[in-house]
């Protein structure tokens, strides 16, 4: 997620890259702009309003891509340029499974901007009832705060995974596993840490793509696991 936009920005329409756009861009930015175009295109064709903006300025230690919300509008945001993070999200990917991963990563950003969209961000499926605990003492309080925090940025984390999870199934079912397996690397880390992107619980309901058969969107279909995950997640 990216709050607050960087105010520098190439914003481009994408539909598809026009030559004017285009010349802008680097390779590595068409490439990853291409990959993502599919999920924009059924993105934008949801009725979803989505802005895509490119970082023209270096920008190391960025997520290469990110989704911010501004104006009720999702702003797509790719940062590239000088960022070393743009190649190794990717380590160990064979280049010709890296447009897939892309693709998936775009997918996540669009879950994410559902959820903006639809004003869910941040709360429970409708009729899906938490037990909470009751924090004593000033301290305990603030603890309970941030976990909490923590807690309801990783489950948006793991509804925006499943999402990705969701499309490439719909889209490429053959390099289903592969894009899971890769999932599972990135989020490793912070399973180690318990960090907001620890989504673990929720890749494994999606061990076999067919949890992905049903009717419906990658939106409605990422729910269904989505809401089973939560039931779990303290």
């Known amino acids: 997620m990216l709050k607050p936009l960087l105010l520098m920005n190439l914003l481009i329409a994408l539909s598809p890259l026009s030559a004017v756009a285009a010349s802008n861009l680097t390779d590595l930015e068409s490439r990853w702009l291409q990959a993502g175009q599919p999920v924009i295109a059924f993105a934008r064709a949801q009725g979803l309003p989505i802005d895509i903006i490119v970082q023209p300025q270096d920008a190391p230690g960025a997520v290469p891509l990110a989704l911010g919300y501004e104006a009720g509008r ?11 993070q743009a190649q190794s999200v990717l380590h160990g990917v064979a280049p010709a499974r890296q447009d ?18 639809q004003g869910d961000w941040h ?30 940025t990783r489950r948006e984390e793991a509804y925006a995974d499943l999402v990705a999870l969701a499309w490439m199934h719909g889209r490429h ?26 989504t673990q619980a929720w890749l494994a309901l999606a061990d076999d793509g067919a949890v992905f058969d049903g009717p419906g969107s990658p939106f409605e279909q990422a729910q269904v696991l ?9």
């Open 74 to 84: 999702c702003k797509l945001v790719l940062s590239l340029r000088g960022n070393a």
């Open 100 to 117: 897939a991963m892309i693709e998936a990563m775009t997918a996540h950003e669009i879950g994410h901007c559902q959820r903006y969209a």
């Open 123 to 152: 709360a429970l499926p409708r009729g899906f009832v938490e037990r909470q605990g009751l924090p004593s003492g000033r301290q305990q309080g603030k603890l309970a705060q941030l976990e909490q925090e923590l807690r309801e």
């Open 173 to 198: 079912p053959g390099q289903y596993q592969d894009v899971l397996a890769w999932m599972r690397g990135v989020r490793a880390g912070d399973a180690a840490q318990g960090g907001s992107h620890a």
């Open 226 to 234: 989505w809401r089973q995950g939560l039931s779990s997640d303290k």
